[in-house]
């Protein structure tokens, strides 16, 4: 049975809402200031079921562009899905940390920290996710969508590295991130919009 790009655009929609709600609504103040979890954490706990809802959405997601995507690159495909399965796997595993810093009060500064570090790592797979599917948007013929989610990996796996490096200067690059955010967000209207490109070569 032939996958709705649709289907992969609403996927899509789910992560982008998540994502930016979690980090962006739910978890900016914390780490703001670590000392608000003691106030309550109500919001934090909500910021973790985003990010289990976009984990869960990310799999799903990730298995079906490979659906959709192989025909222009098998093992391209295969590889994208794997990075991007290993970054819904990071997410996932960081809200331990994120509960440690529920639990452990005092260290709650740590706790955010090495989920922040964690969060920006799995980009690092993504990264080349986005530098596979970019690949892959191009082979089908959508150049220009092609290059912008090439060049959000090139954002995402810059931040990665400067996370570990030079977290400093990571707080400086953060706004390169809108790039991306464009690009996904492009990236999932055209899916909902039924993937034209796609659909004209299955005519």
């Known amino acids: 049975m032939p996958v709705s790009p649709r289907l992969v655009g609403l996927l899509y929609l789910v992560i982008i809402i998540c994502g930016v ?3 962006a609504v739910f978890r900016a103040a914390f780490r703001a200031d670590p000392s608000l979890v003691s106030q309550g954490a109500g919001h934090l706990r909500l910021s973790m079921l985003a ?3 976009m984990a869960l959405a990310d799999v799903g997601l990730a298995i079906l562009l490979l659906a959709l995507l192989r025909r222009f690159g098998e093992w391209l495909a295969i590889g994208a899905t794997a990075f991007r399965l290993v970054q819904a796997a990071g997410i996932a595993a960081g809200l331990g940390w994120l509960m440690a810093a529920i639990l452990d009060a005092p260290r709650t500064a740590m706790w955010l920290s090495i989920h922040e570090t964690g969060y920006d790592v799995s980009l690092g797979f993504f990264a080349v996710n986005c530098l596979l599917t970019g690949i ?3 082979r089908a013929g959508v150049a220009w969508l092609g290059w912008a989610i090439g060049l959000s990996g090139v954002v995402y ?3 990665s590295i400067l996370r570990l490096i030079a977290p400093d200067l990571a707080t400086v690059f953060a706004p390169a ?3 991306p955010l464009l690009a996904e967000s492009a990236f999932c209207i055209w899916l909902l919009s039924g993937a034209p490109a796609l659909s004209q070569q299955r005519q």
Do not use: K, P, Q, W
């Open 136 to 138: 892959l948007l191009h």
């Open 157 to 159: 796996g810059t931040g």
């Open 21 to 23: 709600t979690s980090e």
């Open 177 to 179: 991130y809108g790039l």
């Open 51 to 53: 990010d289990l809802v």
